[in-house]
């Protein structure tokens, strides 16, 4: 019989909630999906229903057993590697499952239910201005050398993030971090900010040492999680082992590794063979591998993670807004996602992540359209001839896709180049001041609020009297227009003006193209019947603290 987990599938249609401080509604906007991909309400609410049921059916195998025998160590087959153990130092969704073994931040986002619950901070206040947060942590908070973790480390760490481009943008408000003693904590921001506990969220906020980070090189390696590093080959596998001075619940499973194994089809013989426990993301054109094997399951995730080509708009030729117009026509999404994900996905052509809040329903998309692409094209400057550029990606997937590009963007005159890269090599390029590329076929990952998204991806800041890109805009943006839109934006407290808004910067960002969206789809995971108590997520970044498996 095929086994199939279809877990958190009402992220598709769930509202997400940026209510966090309570003034907020969740968007209740549906998804936009083209009409030969697009599930009727009454399949929805099926699949909804049947995952819900699901879900029920499994909370059981979920939950350990104190009684149980589990087995020590699981593996976990990465396509990425780890690049960084310092959690201000990277994004990527291999350093992020990473850094929640061995890090807390002082508030974590439930995958469920996107709403903000406790992580190191068990408790916190707001001032009715909302401009203070008094964050409250346990007595008994040690890093993994025994060191114990205080208020101190809590400043220490919102200092140290104004240095580094991955956090800057998330304490930008933050004025002022006052230590009123060992366990107390309070966060001054400049004015209110909707998403601001959202952004505290995110791994690359997780607490620090003071001590240790000044003291040791890799100081920044040892944080308060329930594990702490054991062994790191960069190239092969990192493992982890349990911290004997973590003052929560004391998790399952006694090792955790992550092996990077780059080839989809090595990490899926890896998993039949027993090499590995888990197997992340398998050739969607292979599922069914894992599905009719017995000793398999396979978990379905719908994602928020947003394919899209990354275009960078100072390159020549991509400056001008109307060679931009004639890609996003000569964009092929429908066939992209049917060679590249095997059907498995949806269009997106929207400039935040599905159903996040300011979702505009009636944003008019670039439908492909080869005729409209020569139109838009014949607007700029440019001949049919004249233009030729790269694009870098780095898996299969993204190859086909590339493959795609290649031919519609001949129809138009454009000439394309494609360039597969290892995944290290091309986030080298991607963060390199030099910016050398055209193309980058891209994915955005964090789903931690519309000003996230927004900012992150499309915003700068001013430096020296310069606009300088934030560190995930891979469209190398700079606009001051659209700063100042998100920055009204992020202090509205009237909730009809504030979605308003983030409608207005969608209807923005759509007439100057500064990428291409592509698609959303689905994270599948391979894993042995049995493996429990992961907290799968949508954007990829998966929680193993509590991950075990029946001897």
């Given amino acids: 019989m095929t086994k199939v987990r279809t877990v958190l599938a009402i992220l598709l249609c769930m509202s997400i909630m940026l209510g966090v401080l309570g003034c907020s509604p969740s968007s209740t906007n549906e998804t936009d999906v083209p009409t030969d991909a697009q599930p009727t309400d009454a399949e929805v609410e099926q699949e909804e229903e049947q995952a819900t049921d699901d879900a029920d059916a499994e909370v059981e195998s979920e939950t350990p057993d104190a009684s149980g025998e589990y087995k020590d160590r699981i593996i976990i087959g990465v396509a990425n590697d780890i690049t960084t153990l310092d959690p201000q130092g990277s994004n990527t969704d291999a350093n992020m499952m990473a850094f929640t073994l061995t890090h807390e931040t002082l508030v974590e986002v439930d995958p469920e239910t996107n709403e903000i619950i406790p992580g190191m901070a068990k408790e916190w206040t707001m001032s009715d201005d909302g401009l203070e947060f008094t964050f409250a942590i346990p007595e008994n908070v040690a890093f993994s050398d025994g060191t114990p973790c205080t208020a101190n480390d809590i400043k220490f760490t919102f200092d140290r993030a104004k240095d580094s481009s991955f956090t800057k943008a998330k304490v930008e408000l933050v004025t002022e971090v006052e230590v009123i003693d060992d366990t107390h904590a309070k966060v001054v921001i400049s004015k209110p900010s909707q998403d601001f506990l959202m952004l505290l969220a995110h791994q690359s906020m997780s607490i620090l040492s003071e001590d240790l980070v000044n003291d040791d090189e890799f100081g920044y390696q040892i944080g308060t999680g329930p594990y702490a590093v054991e062994e790191w080959t960069p190239g092969d596998q990192i493992s982890f082992v349990k911290s004997e001075h973590f003052y929560g619940e004391e998790p399952p499973t006694q090792k955790i590794v992550f092996r990077l194994i780059k080839e989809e089809s090595s990490r899926l013989i890896a998993l039949q063979t027993g090499e590995i426990e888990v197997c992340i993301d398998p050739l969607t054109t292979d599922l069914t591998y894992i599905e009719e094997d017995e000793d398999l399951e396979l978990v379905k995730i719908p994602n928020f993670v947003m394919l899209y080509l990354a275009i960078n708009n100072e390159r020549e030729g991509l400056d001008d807004v109307n060679v931009r117009k004639a890609i996003a026509h000569a964009t092929d999404k429908a066939s992209m996602i049917e060679i590249g994900y095997n059907g498995e996905g949806f269009v997106h052509d929207h400039w935040i992540n599905r159903d996040q809040f300011g979702w505009y329903d009636d944003l ?150 500064p990428i291409i969206p592509i698609a959303t789809s689905y994270i599948n995971v391979g894993i042995k019947e049995g493996l429990g108590g992961v907290r799968w997520n949508g954007t990829a970044k998966h929680d193993y603290r509590y991950v075990f498996l029946e001897q």
Wanted: proline share 1%; charged share 30%.
């Fill in 364 to 513: 008019q998309p670039y439908e492909y359209d080869i005729e409209k692409a020569k139109e838009a094209l014949a607007n700029s400057a440019y001949e049919p001839g004249d233009l030729s550029f790269r694009v870098i990606y780095n898996d299969t997937a993204k190859e086909n896709m590339a493959l795609i590009l290649k031919e519609d963007l001949a129809k138009i005159g454009i000439e394309l180049e494609l360039i597969k890269l290892e995944t290290a090599a091309l986030k080298g390029i991607l963060n390199d001041a030099a910016l050398d590329y055209d193309f980058c076929l891209y994915q955005f990952t964090d789903n931690l609020g519309t000003d996230y998204t927004l900012r992150n991806q499309y915003g700068s800041f001013e430096q020296d009297g310069k606009l300088v890109k934030n560190g995930s805009n891979r469209a190398n943006m700079k606009d001051a227009e659209f700063n100042r839109m998100i920055d009204e934006a992020l202090v509205e407290l009237d909730v009809e003006k504030r979605e308003a808004m983030y409608n207005d910067i969608e209807v923005y960002l759509n007439e100057i193209v």
